[in-house]
């Protein structure tokens, strides 16, 4: 047999694999866009925002757990006092590290793009009970802390959330929302949290619920002798206020006490206010956050202080002489667009910009709004360059707010939308119970040149016109309409200012495509909102996603081949007095113009959304 034939009988196996995985990788770059950098919206926490302390129980000698200023948040104190368990973001996805209680000897327990959080030890400090989703939605895990080898506990798509292991061993319990919907807040487009508390054995049998379903309690903690949970409840309807970083007076939370046995439960008295973290300590105190007040911090049941500030999740040690904790800062948002964000897909690079980012065709400059503050008037149209950073105010009006829309093809004019916007910037005082509601006072579209000059109102009247999106010959525009009789896209013609009405229905946020061919958009159907897509002249309407959750706040591709948008289909991966943020749900997803192809970029607990692609330059674009 000739040597050169059996070398090829050889290669020929061995280029096939090599062949296939070619073919995969042109398939997976060809379902790719060519841009893939996307600026996206984050509420809380800022960079640097989540910071862990530790502090007499007092408060006093407190002081930095570590040095280093990172994402760092929900610490939990090891039973056999030699560690502290906690969540950080530092090498970019939510993982779960360990550390000495005097800030030494970090090592990182979780490596996976999954989120991890909310550790608690079992009772002999060599196992965690821990919140992941890496199966999806957010479930429990436990954790052998000698070989780090992580096993499912639950399943569900609801979310199980704040475990806790009882000193006994027997049973963990946690609060979740399973069998439970995410209605709406009433008059409002955020979805409420219901949970109740389960306990279960940590071979995961034995499920018991203990709370009777329909409102919200959360974050349960064992007594001592194992007998009792100790929970804060509130309605359902609260868990809108109470997820703000300052929740308004008039939503309190009880302190109850659970009984395992016979599930017979009772009101703790601990006095008024936004009571969340209840931790039994020694004597029958009870250690617990308030959240809604100057005097923000930690408190007692026994009527002692603790640390102070805007503290947002706290552990006890052993002998309860010492607490480790979470503060958060008072950090401005920065509109930079470069401060990076985690991505479940290397393929995208995602960055943090602020409220309502829209790119020039050039890629090189964006446009915001800024944030909404105390003031609920005023906020600014703001234009910021990629490269430098560098920000400047382009319109102000004092009475009116900005919601910014989008950039004349050239470049050269920004169109937004000026008014009150009481839903975006009046926090949750306004609600929305008839089509007439949704016009709050009205609003305009109005266009600027980018330097500031020759601002000019495009439209007229008392109808809520908002949104603007340029078709790209940069003749016309597509924007929303709320009326006191309904709602609808319309189109105007810039040059005659005349306008057609494109559809009749609750649909919000149109963006042109950058081919021209497609109006995208989110409409409320069935209780939830879902992406459609439409032809500018009103024929082929599409619906994209059927999730019969929250799919809104989309940008497209520069090629219009791919639409990224924020999604709630994940659903709560946290208890919400946690997150100060309205819609923590909140994560990006991108998927092709026809709704195929669907994937998940981020995922944490934060509210993350009003994503838009950053373009750049490049040779005329075909048809589809």
Same mark, same amino acid.
């Given at each position: ?47 640097g ?34 560690s ?39 009772p ?11 199966g ?24 199980d ?44 049998s ?8 329909g ?55 601990a ?129 009116? %707010?900005?919601?910014?829309? =989008?950039?004349? #093809?050239? +470049?050269?004019? @920004?169109? $937004? /939308? ?17 089509p ?6 009205g ?14 109102e ?91 959750? %929250?799919?809104?706040?989309? =940008?497209w591709? #520069?090629? +219009?081949?791919? @639409?990224? $948008? /924020? ?19 909140g ?38």
């Amino acid at each position: 047999m000739d040597l050169r034939d059996s070398t090829a009988s050889i290669k020929i196996p061995l280029m096939r694999p090599f062949l296939i995985a070619i073919v995969a990788l042109g398939i997976m770059l060809a379902e790719t866009p060519t841009d893939r950098r996307i600026a996206i919206t984050r509420v809380n926490p800022q960079p640097g925002q989540l910071a862990l302390f530790v502090a007499a129980a007092d408060g006093g000698d407190e002081h930095a757990l570590l040095d280093t200023k990172d994402t760092d948040y929900d610490p939990v104190w090891a039973p056999d006092n030699k560690s502290i368990v906690f969540t950080s973001e530092r090498n970019g996805s939510a993982e779960l590290y360990r550390v000495k209680p005097d800030g030494t000897g970090l090592t990182q327990l979780t490596k996976d793009p999954a989120y991890d959080d909310q550790a608690a030890f079992s009772p002999d400090s060599k196992q965690l009970v821990f919140v992941s989703t890496r199966g999806g939605a957010a479930n429990l895990w436990t954790m052998d802390l000698s070989t780090l080898r992580a096993k499912q506990l639950t399943s569900g798509r609801d979310g199980d959330f704040r475990p806790s292991w009882a000193p006994d061993g027997k049973w963990i319990a946690f609060s979740s929302g399973r069998d439970n919907p995410m209605p709406f807040a009433h008059g409002r487009w955020e979805r409420l949290q219901l949970a109740d508390i389960y306990i279960m054995r940590p071979d995961g049998s034995g499920l018991r619920k203990l709370t009777t379903g329909g409102n919200f309690c959360g974050s349960p903690k064992w007594t001592s002798d194992s007998s009792r949970i100790i929970t804060y409840c509130m309605a359902a309807e609260m868990t809108l206020a109470n997820r703000m970083p300052s929740p308004a007076p008039g939503s309190d939370t009880r302190l109850v006490s659970i009984e395992i046995a016979g599930g017979r439960s009772t009101d703790v008295a601990a006095g008024p206010g936004v009571k969340m973290n209840p931790s039994p300590l020694a004597g029958d105190d009870i250690g617990y956050i308030r959240k809604d007040t100057t005097e923000a911090g930690i408190y007692y049941t026994s009527g002692r202080r603790g640390p102070r500030g805007a503290i947002r999740a706290a552990s006890w040690s052993p002998d309860a002489s010492q607490v480790v904790f979470t503060r958060r800062a008072d950090i401005p948002r920065r509109n930079t667009g470069a401060t990076p964000a985690f991505s479940r897909n290397s393929r995208y690079e995602l960055s943090l910009s602020g409220l309502l980012p829209s790119f020039s065709s050039s890629g090189k400059d964006f446009v915001t709004a800024s944030a909404p503050s105390a003031n609920p008037r005023g906020a600014s149209l703001n234009v910021t360059n990629v490269e430098t950073g560098q920000g400047r105010v382009v319109y102000r009006d004092q009475n009116r %707010n900005i919601l910014p829309g =989008g950039w004349l #093809p050239s +470049g050269d004019r @920004i169109i $937004f /939308a000026i008014g009150e916007f009481a839903a975006f910037f009046g926090g949750f005082h306004s609600q929305f119970l008839k089509p007439g509601d949704r016009v709050e006072g009205g609003a305009q579209v109005a266009i600027v040149n980018a330097d500031g000059t020759a601002f000019q109102e495009l439209t007229s009247g008392s109808d809520n016109s908002a949104f603007p999106s340029f078709a790209p010959d940069g003749k016309r525009f597509v924007y929303r309409t709320f009326t006191k009789d309904g709602y609808g896209l319309r189109v105007m013609n810039l040059e005659t200012r005349a306008v057609t009405s494109l559809t009749a229905a609750y649909d919000n946020f149109p963006l042109w495509s950058p081919r021209g061919d497609l109006i995208m958009f989110s409409r409320l159907i069935d209780g939830a909102y879902e992406i459609f897509t439409i032809k500018p002249d009103g024929r082929a309407l599409k619906r994209l996603t059927n999730t019969h959750g %929250n799919d809104a706040h989309q =940008g497209w591709s #520069p090629d +219009g081949e791919f @639409i990224v $948008f /924020a999604s709630s289909r994940m659903g709560f991966k946290d208890e919400v007095v946690y997150t100060d943020a309205p819609q923590p749900y909140g994560e990006i997803f991108v998927m092709r113009y026809d709704g195929t192809a669907v994937e998940q970029l981020t995922d944490n607990q934060w509210e993350e959304g009003t994503p838009a692609w950053q373009p750049t330059p490049r040779a005329a674009m075909s048809g589809r």
